[in-house]
């Protein structure tokens, strides 16, 4: 099983919302920071947020105060709440640890937002 899988993706209309999830192998998540990506059309791949083990967040000033990241320490998993969504959000978004280590980019998940 790949070491983190996303999920959670769609289609979804400007202003509207979406929750992706990440599930995280238990010998990766255990102490780090993890983090979410996002690659619109082209090679960049930008932070969109970040979450310490402890629970401190860090955001992209793109995003602020629409995204909420969190984890579940019981789950191995973290989240990604997506609120008032706009076109330039479209994109794939990844999970991640921060720094990002390349032996574990998955195939991230779709986020496409449209009328």
């Known amino acids: 099983q790949a070491p983190l899988v996303e999920s959670g993706g769609g289609l979804v209309q400007p202003g509207g919302s979406l929750r992706l999830s990440c599930a995280v192998s238990g010998s990766i998540f255990s102490g780090n920071t993890l983090a979410w990506y996002r690659q619109a059309p082209g090679p960049r791949r930008d932070l969109v947020a970040t979450i310490t083990m402890t629970g401190v967040t860090y955001y992209a000033d793109s995003i602020k105060g629409r995204f909420a990241i969190s984890r579940d320490n019981a789950k191995n998993t973290v989240y990604l709440q997506m609120s008032s969504l706009k076109p330039d959000d479209t994109a794939t978004y990844y999970c991640?640890?921060?720094?990002?280590?390349?032996?574990?980019w998955g195939q991230g998940t779709q986020v496409t937002v449209s009328s």
């Open positions: 991640n640890l921060y720094p990002s280590r390349m032996a574990y």
